[in-house]
C-alpha cells in the first residue's frame, strides 16, 4: 500500500520535473552562444536566462547578422533603427500594417510595386517633389482611382516572365 501511495505521489512529480527540464532544454545558455554573439548581446547577459526562448533566437540570430555585416553595412543599421525608434508608436504601426498587406500580395504584384518604387528613387528630386505635391492635392477619391488605374495598367502589361512563355 505504502509502495503504491509512493509511486503514485511520485510519477506525476517525475512528469513535472521532466516537463520543466524540457522546457528549460528550449532555451539558449548563454555559454552556448559564440564569443561575437556574447560580446553584441553583452547588454542582455544579466537577463539571458529569463528571456524566452523564442526572443532569445531571434537575439541570437541577429547578433549572427550582425557579426557578418562590414562597419559601413552595421552604421547604416543603426542610422534605420534610430530612425525606427524615433517614429511615433502610431506610425510605426502603420509602417508594420503595410508591411503585412505587401507580404500577403502575390509575387507579381510584389514585384510590381518594387519596380515602381526602384522608378521612383531614380527621379530626379524636383520630379518626385512634383509628383508628392500632386498626390497630396488629391483627394481620396482621386488617390483611390489612381492607385486602381496604375494596378489595371501594370496588370495589363505583360511581365518579362509572360513574354517568355
Known amino acids: 500500500m505504502k509502495v503504491k501511495w509512493i509511486v503514485s505521489i511520485s510519477a506525476p512529480l517525475l512528469l513535472i520535473i521532466s516537463g520543466a527540464t524540457l522546457a528549460q532544454d528550449d532555451h539558449l545558455a548563454w555559454e552556448s552562444l559564440s564569443k561575437e554573439q556574447q560580446r553584441v548581446l553583452q547588454p542582455y547577459s544579466r537577463s539571458w536566462a ?91 477619391d482621386q488617390r483611390q482611382r489612381l492607385r486602381e488605374k496604375m494596378r489595371d495598367r501594370a496588370i495589363d502589361r505583360p511581365t518579362s516572365i509572360d513574354r517568355k512563355n
Not at 53 to 66: D, I, T, V, Y
Not at 79 to 97: G, N, T
Not at 126 to 140: F, G, I, S
Open 50 to 140: 529569463n528571456l524566452e526562448p523564442e526572443r532569445q533566437a531571434r537575439l541570437s540570430a541577429g547578433a549572427n547578422r550582425w557579426t557578418g555585416m562590414s562597419r559601413r553595412e552595421r552604421n547604416a543599421a543603426k542610422d534605420r533603427f534610430q530612425a525606427w525608434r524615433e517614429l511615433s508608436p502610431v506610425r510605426r504601426d502603420a509602417i508594420r500594417s503595410r508591411y503585412l498587406e505587401f507580404q500577403r500580395m502575390s509575387p507579381r504584384e510584389q514585384a510590381r510595386i518594387r519596380k515602381n518604387y526602384e522608378r521612383y528613387r531614380h527621379m530626379p528630386i524636383d520630379r518626385r517633389q512634383e509628383l508628392r505635391e500632386k498626390y497630396r492635392q488629391m483627394t481620396p
